[in-house]
């Protein structure tokens, strides 16, 4: 799911002073003081939003001088998610950005989803360790092989589930193969994405893959 917040930082700073001699240095430093000011200001406000709502990415947009000078400053954990929106007109309705930056969240979401689908064909078409199949990617979860499961996100599969041992079951039956006590019904999607955040296997929802959904519409990478 993603989710968008919009902060507006702006400041007053001392236009630029045409007058010359010690006015002109006076003015300069006046106005080097409000600049350097409002850059400490937004680095801080930048490290506030990204340590209490840990966002994917941070989308910037304003005068494209001074935007590459607050991304000269910034750190490296906030570098890798700074984006600055450079098609968006400075008249445009206030939630303009908001929209864009949606856009570009969606984007870039599509495109880490396109790579993972294509290394776990590469790992299955090479034989490097992967799964793919409900009962396959269970398995390998349970063993604690998972790096990232690779799933359609609108994927639903019925099936049982064993109340004693939590062992889905495949094929599905009203008595649990292993224990032999009774089942119940589930949804397998939702019982291995479960169980995915139990093994602390990362997550990607896919949209519209058909190679994915050859597979079954879940695929699993391994760790080792």
Same mark, same amino acid.
């Given at each position: 799911?993603?989710?968008?917040?919009?902060?507006?930082?702006?400041?007053?700073? $001392?236009?630029?002073?045409? !007058?010359?001699?010690?006015?002109?240095?006076?003015?300069?430093?006046?106005?080097?003081?409000?600049?350097?000011?409002?850059?400490?200001?937004?680095?801080a406000r930048l490290e506030e939003?990204?340590? !209490?709502?840990?966002?994917?990415?941070?989308?910037?947009?304003?005068? !494209?001088?001074? /935007?590459?000078?607050?991304?000269?400053?910034?750190?490296k954990h906030l570098i890798s998610r700074w984006r600055i929106v450079e098609d968006l007109k400075d008249d445009a309705p206030e939630n303009t950005l908001m929209h864009r930056a949606f856009d570009i969240c969606h984007e870039e979401e599509d495109e880490v989803a396109h790579r993972l689908v294509n290394r776990l064909r590469a790992d299955i078409l090479t034989h490097h360790p992967s799964s793919y199949g409900f009962e396959d990617v269970q398995r390998s979860l349970l063993e604690g092989r998972g790096e990232v499961l690779l799933?359609?996100?609108?994927?639903?599969?019925?099936?049982?589930?064993?109340?004693?041992?939590?062992?889905?079951? @495949?094929?599905?039956?009203?008595?649990?193969?292993?224990?032999? !006590?009774?089942?119940?019904?589930?949804? $397998?999607?939702?019982?291995? /994405?479960? /169980?995915?955040?139990?093994?602390?296997?990362?997550?990607? @929802?896919?949209?519209?893959?058909s190679y994915l959904s050859a597979l079954g519409g879940i695929g699993l990478l391994h760790r080792f």
């Open positions: 799911m993603t989710h968008a917040q919009e902060t507006d930082m702006e400041t007053d700073v $001392i236009e630029a002073h045409k !007058k010359g001699g010690w006015s002109q240095r006076r003015f300069q430093r006046l106005r080097d003081g409000a600049i350097e000011h409002f850059l400490k200001d937004v680095e939003i990204a340590s !209490k709502d840990e966002p994917k990415y941070i989308l910037a947009h304003g005068p !494209k001088d001074a /935007l590459n000078i607050v991304e000269s400053r910034l750190p799933i359609k996100d609108d994927l639903k599969k019925p099936g049982m589930k064993c109340e004693f041992c939590e062992m889905v079951m @495949f094929p599905s039956s009203s008595v649990c193969s292993i224990c032999k !006590k009774p089942t119940h019904a589930v949804d $397998i999607s939702e019982e291995l /994405l479960e /169980l995915a955040e139990r093994t602390g296997t990362a997550i990607e @929802f896919i949209s519209n893959d």
